[in-house]
């Protein structure tokens, strides 16, 4: 990662969250996020070799970077009591967009122990809606930390998109 990005893959590596800041000010972030999922091929004769499942990119979601620090002591929270969380990371005008991630249980989910449930929604208006779902460890929780920390103290305003 870099000092404008922030990973959290999944506890099997199947699943990736990935944020990539493109501009930024004091008190927000214009964010990309991409979700990317793989899975068994599953064509007929696929085999057995694991192939990307799906892509989901937002390119442009407006983040408080203070919901980002937020979001980065409640990771650092469940890493000391494993306790669930939810959090909004939008500002209070988010252009339309609501983003939500949280951490804990989810009865859809086998338990397990020291692994819980990330979840990300986001809503645009009455346009779309959507929420993924995967299971992580504390290794994954780790580098999502690392990932922020490094992020959060980034104070570049514009940055070029990765391709």
């Not at 008190?27 to 068994?40: H, I, Q």
């Not at 346009?127 to 930390?145: E, P």
Request: glycine share 10%; charged share 25%.
């Amino acid at each position: 990662m870099t000092d404008r990005r922030w990973s959290l893959p999944s506890n099997r590596g199947m699943e990736n969250l990935e944020c990539e800041v493109v501009e930024s000010t004091g008190r927000e972030m214009v964010c990309r996020f991409t979700l990317v999922g793989e899975y068994w091929n599953r064509a007929p004769e696929g085999g057995r070799e694991a192939t990307e499942d799906f892509r989901v990119v937002l390119p442009q979601v407006i983040v408080a970077r203070d919901a980002l620090e937020g979001l980065r002591q409640s990771f650092i929270d469940w890493l000391d009591d494993g306790g669930s969380f939810s959090r909004a990371l939008q500002p209070a005008d988010g252009g339309g967009q609501v983003l939500e991630v949280g951490l804990g249980d989810d009865p859809r989910f086998v338990r397990s122990t020291n692994k819980a449930v990330f979840t990300f929604s986001y809503f645009s208006g009455l346009v779309m809606t959507a929420s993924f779902s995967f299971m992580v460890d504390q290794s994954c929780v780790r580098m999502a930390i690392g990932g922020l920390t490094d992020c959060l103290r980034n104070k570049v305003t514009k940055f070029r998109p990765s391709p």
